[in-house]
């Protein structure tokens, strides 16, 4: 597509003469059991885990149990259907490339810049930082479903200059055009 291209259509099929449509602030939220496939060996089965439980679905990190919450998933889901607390089954899968850009496609939206859940809030140092190295993994693999749509937002850890500068360079190797 163009701006030189009056009437360029948009997916949603709109006649549409400006260009592009560029969502410059979506969000994205890996799986929860995203880590597990992505921390080192060594540290998987320190990954946050799931929990079932009569009352609800439970995140289980660090000896920490909170509620699973839908607030940030609830693309596809009417306003007066929304709710905050939930089963991970409720929730419509945006996490996978095919619905996210099923969504685009029916809002209209030709790309999208992705800020996302990041990395484990964990005190653990190596942890904490082998989370923003999986974290970026998964999101650039996400995106190269759609690499001309889809457009990741890295993540880099600021308690020291040395270690941010580190990050975004290796960010930077692997093709992130922005980071957070």
């Not at 974290?135 to 200059?161: E, H, Q, T």
């Amino acid at each position: 597509m163009s701006e030189a291209d009056p009437a360029i259509k948009t997916p949603a099929g709109e006649d549409w003469a400006y260009g592009p449509i560029f969502d410059a602030d979506a969000h994205i939220d890996p799986p929860h059991d995203m880590w597990k496939d992505y921390l080192p060996a060594h540290l998987k089965d320190r990954a946050p885990k799931i929990l079932h439980e009569e009352d609800g679905d439970y995140i289980e990190f660090e000896g920490n149990r909170r509620p699973f919450m839908m607030i940030s998933n609830q693309a596809g889901r009417e306003g007066k259907n929304f709710k905050m607390k939930g089963r991970l089954e409720e929730v419509r899968k945006v996490w996978e490339p095919a619905t996210r850009l099923a969504d685009m496609d029916a809002d209209g939206m030709d790309a999208a810049l992705l800020f996302g859940g990041g990395p484990l809030g964990s005190f653990d140092n190596e942890l904490y930082l082998a989370s923003y190295e999986a974290y970026s993994r998964w999101v650039m693999d996400f995106c190269s479903v759609a690499p001309d749509r889809l457009f990741p937002v890295g993540y880099v850890p600021m308690r020291d200059i040395d270690e941010t500068c580190q990050h975004v360079e290796r960010l930077a190797k692997m093709g992130f055009k922005a980071i957070n």
